[in-house]
């Protein structure tokens, strides 16, 4: 007896092979490949490619754990932006899975067996970008089955045309339309004929034109839904009714026949004698959206010979339970026209239908891109913990709405990747493209750290006691910042700044120093900017008494940009170190360049671990990283945002520990966005107060050092929040992790900036008081005095100046009392809700003076509820000086000039450290008139604690 065993039923999506269709998988994650189910996929059901694509990617990443642990590996080894991480995890799942389909790509002798990767979704308008980021991932994956991704879009396919020529294979994505479909195959092949003539094997190209389904029914469907509910007519609700669910499939069908005509042309022919295989159609977007339809029905009616269906899952599962294949393709083609036909005469636009498809298509697909990278930016978040600063922020509802309306708005034009790409038109349109180097110098810095280790142990060699860095703004605030969070750092010099032409301050420098072991750091980005020029003639001339002239050179280093007039001179010195700039960074931006680094280096910072710690908001702020997630641009919207509602006024508060990075973000602040009537006034060092004397002017900032917190700070801030007052709150694990706060609000001033509507980076009204300065200095060295003034009051040794515009409004103001209290009275009640004071101080910046200067403008703030400003001079005027002249009118300063006790004769000039220092006041007060502020000059004898006082006691009367 013969026992016959009954035969198995053949898998239906084995079966589609025997009608010339390759069935391919829309999906991909890491357990899919590592615990062998793509491989049993391919064994069972004949699977014969993949695709992939940023929605599969980011559901694979962000819904499961399968990268979690490569990730915490990765972060725990180097820290990398998100963009990077997901490149990393992508190739490796695209190199994995290309190699297990390499045996189908030989066996069907490169027709199958590919797995496809897709090039950004933000360049789908880019030509020239698509370009170069498909070559980058050909080569990133390096496998002859791989195919890059590209959208048909307008700049899509002159880009897919090019990567052929060049032996690129390409996965044509996001079509629709049969007409776009004829301009895609006629890329592909004009691509090939331009690869054959440069003697390229055309044999070697794989290209598919990936032609979506089912979500053309989807939208055609609601169209006609639509009708149907306004229509009576019997027969047009019959002709509607027929169309449900039919359209995607007939626009199909049609689009293979453009396809069998457009292989069967002479054109093709040439290329096909010598190798070229056809670019087949690829059945995209095949799982069924609507219940009422099969679930199998974009199979089943799209098979057909030399095509591709790539299904998901879900789609590959029910097909391969109870599909039906047969060759459906090429059946009831005049219906498939009469589909359309009835279409257009039912006053529904396919075309109109087709292009809505495509902008929806990149969108979805730029989402899922941001979800995507909003997920492994999380997950390194989480990884990383207290090495990255943290920002949390309170706003009022009204304010928070707005925050988030903008931060949609960078997130869904691009504004981010235009920042990263030197976009000048996210600006003004003028230069900006020029300024944005500090983009990339953390990683060029540490690519190239050897000259600052070097210098370090040049330092620690030669056993110097000091090193004084003679510079302005820019070249000076990082390097304080460094000095009072770092201090003294064991066998290395103690770091000192000289900020300032106010001979006291430079004497007491001066006798801190032992000059003949004492390095000079001489600091000047232009090279030609009057201070750190003259203290340098000062300096040296001391030096070289000293040591001689041969050897005073060996004391000194200059940081200067290429080409430089300081450059000159130090090269004529022969100085012992020259160190450049970089020439697209400008001064209030180069904190992480030479200009910071190189004093931090010399003071004895690890500049190396202080840099890569940098590195971790560099990555933070990537163009990859979405809006919301981006802690530089989440910083900059509430800034900039705010500030065109009025609140204007940055009050930034620091742990004592790193109080001095208000003094740097002044400069950032204020330089960059005051200007045109516009910007962020920051106020630094304000003594904390009540809730009560604060107005809906400004905004806080509280950047907390967690190691060395101070209570009061904490419990002040607090009260703030619970006032209703917005609150942006900075914690900073590590004083080395200071660096990544250079770089946060850099991003942020640049971010807000462009909210604002200004150029972040020119400084338009701090040249217009040097101009001044110069004339007066010139004037000095001729007449051998400076121009004389008359006071309008001279009371208790204090003298009062101004012009004669604010003169007038002040005699009028004060009225009968015509006091030195009366005039000080009628300037502090110009002060108006929204206004600020600012006190700018051309006197010895000492613990003494402070102290005084910081009761005045307490005094003021409680009195008047306006926020208040104090600036040293000239010092200021490389920082603040910006915003006060060019920012918002809304300022009412107190100059505090005095008689110098003593004074100091600049080197080769006719002039004193004395005589520049009232200039430089006296070209500041001018161009502060000039721009019809509200100002009044105080001026102090030479005791000027007892002046300051005097002006502390008038000013607590008065008020």
Not at 498 to 510: G, N
Not at 596 to 602: C, I, L, Q
């Amino acid at each position: 007896m013969v026992t016959l065993q009954a035969s198995q039923p053949k898998n239906p999506l084995q079966s589609l092979q025997s009608y010339g269709q390759s069935v391919w998988l829309d999906y991909i994650r890491r357990s899919l490949i590592s615990s062998g189910e793509l491989q049993h996929l391919i064994d069972k059901d004949g699977l014969r490619g993949v695709t992939s694509n940023p929605s599969i990617f980011e559901k694979a990443i962000a819904g499961s754990t399968d990268y979690d642990s490569a990730l915490s590996t990765i972060e725990q080894s180097h820290d990398r932006d998100a963009m990077s991480l997901y490149e990393t995890f992508a190739i490796a799942d695209i190199q994995a899975t290309a190699d297990l389909l390499r045996p189908i790509y030989e066996q069907t002798d490169r027709r199958d067996g590919y797995i496809s990767l897709e090039v950004s979704p933000y360049l789908a308008d880019d030509t020239q970008q698509t370009i170069s980021e498909a070559r980058r991932l050909w080569q990133a994956v390096d496998r002859p089955n791989l195919m890059v991704k590209v959208p048909a879009t307008p700049a899509g396919i002159p880009a897919i045309q090019q990567l052929i020529s060049e032996g690129i294979n390409v996965n044509v994505t996001l079509l629709f339309a049969q007409d776009v479909y004829e301009q895609v195959a006629n890329a592909f092949i004009t691509g090939l004929e331009l690869l054959a003539a440069k003697g390229g094997d055309i044999s070697c190209i794989a290209s598919v034109a990936s032609f979506f389904v089912s979500r053309i029914d989807n939208t055609v469907d609601n169209l006609i839904t639509a009708q149907l509910k306004t229509t009576a007519d019997a027969a047009q609700r019959d002709v509607l009714k027929g169309l449900l669910g039919n359209v995607a499939i007939a626009n199909a069908k049609l689009a293979y026949q453009r396809y069998q005509t457009i292989y069967q042309s002479n054109r093709w022919q040439k290329l096909s004698s010598q190798g070229a295989q056809t670019q087949r159609l690829l059945w995209a977007s095949t799982g069924t959206k609507n219940p009422q339809y099969s679930d199998v029905r974009y199979v089943e009616e799209l098979i057909g010979s030399d095509t591709v269906n790539t299904v998901p899952p879900a789609t590959l599962s029910v097909f391969r339970t109870h599909g039906q294949p047969r060759s459906s393709l090429t059946e009831s083609l005049d219906e498939a026209r009469s589909t359309l036909a009835n279409l257009q005469q039912a006053g529904i636009s396919l075309q109109q239908v087709t292009d809505q498809l495509l902008a929806e298509g990149l969108q979805l697909f730029r989402n899922a891109f941001d979800q995507l990278l909003s997920a492994v930016e999380e997950k390194r978040t989480a990884i990383l913990g207290n090495k990255l600063n943290s920002l949390t922020y309170k706003l009022p509802e009204p304010l928070n709405k707005a925050v988030q309306a903008s931060l949609d708005d960078w997130q869904q034009n691009g504004k981010i990747r235009r920042l990263w790409a030197r976009d000048a038109t996210l600006w003004t349109g003028t230069d900006e493209n020029k300024w944005l180097g500090w983009l990339g110098i953390t990683e060029d810095q540490l690519a190239h750290i050897d000259h600052l280790k070097q210098l370090a142990q040049d330092v620690q060699d030669l056993e110097f006691t000091h090193v004084l860095l003679l510079g302005m703004g820019g070249s000076s605030l990082c390097p304080e910042v460094m000095k009072l969070t770092f201090g003294n750092k064991q066998g290395f010099p103690e770091l000192l700044v000289l900020d300032s032409t106010d001979p006291a301050q430079i004497k007491a420098i001066e006798r801190q120093i032992d000059l003949t072991r004492t390095l000079f750091i001489v600091s000047s980005k232009s090279g030609s900017t009057l201070e750190p020029n003259i203290f340098k003639q000062y300096f040296f001339d001391q030096v070289q008494k000293l040591l001689g002239a041969e050897s005073a050179g060996n004391r000194f280093i200059a940081v200067t940009d290429p080409g430089s007039k300081l450059q000159h001179i130090a090269e004529g010195d022969d100085f012992r170190h020259l160190f450049f700039g970089v020439p697209s960074i400008g001064g209030r931006y180069s904190a992480l360049s030479n200009f910071g680094m190189v004093p931090a280096a010399a003071m004895g910072v690890d500049v190396a671990k202080f840099l890569d710690t940098a590195e971790v908001m560099v990555h933070s702020c990537a163009p990859s990283v979405p809006a919301k997630e981006n802690p530089g641009v989440v910083l900059g919207n509430i800034l900039g945002v705010l500030a065109n509602q009025g609140r204007d006024k940055v009050t930034l508060i620091a742990s004592p520990g790193i109080a001095d990075l208000g003094a740097w973000l002044e400069q950032l602040l204020a330089e960059s966005t005051g200007k045109e009537g516009k910007g962020l006034i920051p106020v630094d060092q304000e003594p904390l107060g009540n809730p009560s004397v604060y107005g809906d002017d400004r905004i806080f900032a509280y950047i907390r050092l967690e190691s060395a917190a101070d209570s009061a700070q904490d419990a002040a801030v607090t009260a703030l929040e619970q006032a209703g007052q917005p609150v942006v709150r900075i914690s900073i694990a590590d004083p080395y992790q200071i660096g990544q706060e250079f770089f946060r609000w850099e991003i942020a001033t640049a971010v807000a900036s462009s909210i604002m509507g200004i150029n972040a980076f020119n400084q338009p009204d701090v040249e217009a008081s040097k101009i001044v300065t110069h004339q007066l200095t010139t004037e000095y060295e001729k007449s051998g005095t400076l121009p004389s003034e008359t006071p309008i009051v001279i009371e208790a040794g204090i003298q009062l100046f101004t012009d004669s515009k604010n003169a007038a409004a002040l005699f009028k103001a004060a009225g009968t009392d015509q006091s030195l209290g009366g005039y000080l009275r009628a300037h502090l009640n110009r002060l108006q809700q929204g206004d600020y004071c600012a006190l700018l101080a051309y006197i010895d910046r000492n613990d003494a003076h402070q102290i005084q200067l910081q009761i005045i403008r307490e005094t003021i703030r409680d009195a008047k509820k306006v926020a208040t400003c104090l600036g040293f001079g000239p010092r200021f005027l490389h920082s603040t000086g910006q915003a006060y002249k060019g920012g918002p009118n809304s300022g009412v300063f107190l100059q505090i000039t005095c008689d110098d006790a003593t004074d100091i004769l600049v080197p080769q000039q006719k002039y004193t450290f004395g005589v520049v220092k009232a200039a430089q006041a006296r070209g500041d007060f001018q161009v502060l008139a000039d721009r019809d502020r509200r100002a009044l000059r105080i001026h102090l004898s030479k005791d000027v604690q007892a002046g300051l006082a005097t002006l502390q006691t008038i000013i607590e009367q008065i008020l």
